[in-house]
């Protein structure tokens, strides 16, 4: 699929058939994480794949927002591990997993893998009924599958504003 497409046809899936994504298109959706650009590349992102019942199960005691998703990835870097910017107030952890997990949710859609992005959670929740380290911070879950029949873009999904009130030249 050209990139064009890529951008332009997927939508946030919110029903999912039970489906499961094959091994190859996942390790093509892990692997375009893997090469996503982080600051310094210092690769301080850790992505875990859950697809277990009892995973799953976990998931669904954190997040509403599963939406019958056969394979979760949950998004999480290290933050001990992140370059901190001049100034002191910020670091590279937040916005490098965005990065991957950007790059994780395109890759879905140009295999041809239904996608959604999950923020409605508590991340430290997250962390410990996942059994993370303390180390690692949960940034968001990426739910990967098929779209059940009748699953489609909501009505708002090709609604954008104008590049004049979001785009400014100086």
């Given at each position: 699929?050209?990139?064009?497409?890529?951008?332009?046809?997927?939508?946030?899936?919110?029903?999912?058939?039970?489906?499961?994504?094959?091994?190859e298109?996942?390790?093509?959706?892990?692997?375009?994480?893997?090469?996503?650009?982080?600051?310094?590349?210092?690769?301080?992102?850790?992505?875990?794949?859950?697809?277990?019942?009892?995973?799953?199960?976990?998931?669904?005691?954190?997040?509403p927002?599963?939406?019958?998703?056969?394979?979760?990835?949950?998004?999480?870097?290290?933050?001990?591990?992140?370059?901190?910017?001049?100034?002191?107030?910020?670091?590279?952890?937040?916005?490098?997993?965005?990065?991957?997990?950007?790059?994780?949710?395109?890759?879905?859609?140009?295999?041809?893998?239904?996608?959604?992005?999950?923020?409605?959670?508590?991340?430290?929740?997250?962390?410990?009924?996942?059994?993370?380290?303390?180390?690692?911070?949960v940034?968001?879950?990426?739910?990967?599958?098929?779209?059940?029949?009748?699953?489609?873009?909501?009505?708002?999904?090709?609604?954008?504003?104008?590049?004049?009130?979001?785009?400014?030249?100086?």
């Amino acid at each position: 699929m050209e990139f064009k497409e890529v951008i332009q046809n997927r939508y946030s899936c919110k029903k999912y058939s039970d489906r499961q994504v094959e091994p190859e298109k996942l390790a093509a959706i892990l692997n375009a994480g893997r090469l996503a650009p982080t600051a310094k590349n210092l690769q301080e992102q850790h992505v875990y794949v859950v697809q277990s019942a009892a995973g799953l199960a976990k998931i669904d005691e954190i997040t509403p927002c599963r939406y019958g998703a056969p394979t979760v990835l949950v998004v999480a870097f290290d933050s001990k591990n992140v370059f901190t910017y001049p100034g002191g107030k910020r670091d590279s952890g937040v916005e490098d997993a965005s990065i991957v997990a950007t790059h994780m949710l395109l890759a879905a859609a140009d295999e041809g893998v239904d996608s959604c992005w999950l923020n409605f959670l508590d991340p430290e929740k997250a962390a410990e009924i996942l059994g993370l380290p303390e180390n690692e911070e949960v940034l968001m879950f990426l739910d990967l599958g098929y779209a059940a029949e009748g699953a489609g873009p909501l009505p708002n999904h090709a609604k954008r504003k104008p590049l004049e009130e979001t785009v400014a030249y100086l």
